[in-house]
Structures are given as structure tokens and as C-alpha cells.
T-cell receptor, first 114, second 115 residues
Framework: GAGVSQSPSNKVTEKGKDVELRCDPI?????LYWYRQSLGQGLEFLIY????????KSGLPSDRFSAERTGGSVSTLTIQRTQQEDSAVYLC????????????FGPGTRLTVT | GNSVTQMEGPVTLSEEAFLTINCTYT??????LFWYVQYPGEGLQLLLK?????DKGSNKGFEATYRKETTSFHLEKGSVQVSDSAVYFC??????????????FGQGTILTVHP
């Protein structure tokens, strides 16, 4: 596609439920990053994919968070047993192999845990 | 570790005023530096970048110069417009010679420009 897309754009869920957030990268972009933007913590790195592998998961805040990427394309971030502190905007960014230092961001998914 | 510190906002200016948003960083090695902008209701967009000392990034009338001696990357624009109202984020990427780099962001500066 022309840009990074994310779905859903908004998600409201009850505490304790599981949620899945999806990222569709720019076609041909090999690297994919997840970030979280919250009022208290600003913008934080969560996880990085190169192809389908995740060499850096250091930003995942707890074992309730996991992510996968299939076919070197779509990525899904899953949050199990959501907590109120998980409320944030989850951002996905991708880069091409020719410009690996320029990250292009999707519009984000706003997650609200009630 | 890596860190980025931006001047605290919000910043409120009149149209055609001069803009400076200060950004300083702490990092080992030779990071790349970026400014991202987030317009109301939209996602983060790359505004400009600089990959080595003394490089000047520029775009849409905005400029920033990578100053290694002062570890700074201040954003400037000579004449702001109402349409520049947005949140501006300074960021660094410390790839360490690899092709991978997670971004470390400053806290963001809200800019509001009045007619």
C-alpha cells in the first residue's frame, strides 16, 4: 500500500480481555517496529521485526504482550488480560532496506481499557 | 543509555514569528537525529533528519543542524504559519553500524500558531 495502515483505529475493551492490533506495512518494507505513545511515558519502543524474526523484544512491558509477523508483512500485537495502564496509542513503523534509518509511521490504534 | 531532552512546551506564537525548539541528546557513538511532527488527528511524520555531525536537515522551511560539540539538534523556522501547529518530537537512532535502530524520542513540544 501507499502507507502504513493499522487497524482498528480505536479499540475500547474491558479490563481482563485480550486484544489484537494489526499493522500492514508499506509494500516491500522489511523492518517493522511497534511503539507505544502514552501520556505518562511518552513514545516508547516495544519490539522490532526483521522479516518474520524479532531480534529485539526489549521494550515489551510484560509477558502479557506478544507480537508476531507473518510472510514478512502483516504484524499483530497481542495484549492479554488487558489492564488500565495498557491504555495508549500503539504505533507501527516500517523501513525499507534502502533507507533503513527512515521510519514511516502508521496512524496508530488508540486502545482504551475500561 | 540513549536519551533525548526537548524544551518544555507548549509554545504559542503569532503567525510569521521565528520558531526555535531546543533538543539535546545523550548517546554513545554517532547517532542519527530526527525531527518528527504529529499534526492534530494524524500519525507521526518524518520532518527532517541528519546522520552525521554538522549535517543540516531541512524540509518545509524547517531546519536543524547536528551539533556534536553541544549534543544538540535544535529545530528552527524563520516564519511559522497556522498550519505548523502540531506536536514536534526530537528523536535519535543509535544503530551502532547495523541497519537496525529503535528510535528514542523526546517528550514532544506542542506548538500553537495564532493568526
Amino acid at each position: 500500500g501507499a502507507g502504513v495502515s493499522q487497524s482498528p483505529s480505536n479499540k475500547v475493551t474491558e479490563k481482563g480481555k485480550d486484544v489484537e492490533l494489526r499493522c500492514d506495512p508499506i509494500s516491500g518494507h522489511t523492518a517493522l517496529y511497534w511503539y507505544r505513545q502514552s501520556l505518562g511515558q511518552g513514545l516508547e519502543f516495544l519490539i522490532y521485526f526483521q522479516g518474520n524474526s524479532a531480534p529485539d523484544k526489549s521494550g515489551l512491558p510484560s509477558d502479557r504482550f506478544s507480537a508476531e509477523r507473518t510472510g514478512g508483512s502483516v504484524s499483530t500485537l497481542t495484549i492479554q488480560r488487558t489492564q488500565q495502564e495498557d491504555s495508549a496509542v500503539y504505533l507501527c513503523a516500517t523501513t525499507s532496506s534502502t533507507r533503513p534509518y527512515e521510519q514511516y509511521f502508521g496512524p496508530g490504534t488508540r486502545l482504551t481499557v475500561t | 543509555g540513549n536519551s533525548v531532552t526537548q524544551m518544555e512546551g507548549p509554545v504559542t506564537l503569532s503567525e510569521e514569528a521565528f520558531l526555535t525548539i531546543n533538543c539535546t541528546y545523550t548517546a554513545t557513538g554517532y547517532p542519527s537525529l530526527f525531527w518528527y511532527v504529529q499534526y492534530p488527528g494524524e500519525g507521526l511524520q518524518l520532518l527532517l533528519k541528519a546522520t552525521k555531525a554538522d549535517d543540516k536537515g531541512s524540509n518545509k522551511g524547517f531546519e536543524a543542524t547536528y551539533r556534536k560539540e553541544t549534543t544538540s539538534f535544535h529545530l528552527e523556522k524563520g516564519s511559522v504559519q497556522v498550519s505548523d501547529s502540531a506536536v514536534y518530537f526530537c528523536a535519535l537512532l543509535n544503530a551502532g553500524g547495523t541497519s537496525y535502530g529503535k528510535l528514542t524520542f523526546g517528550q514532544g513540544t506542542i506548538l500553537t500558531v495564532h493568526p
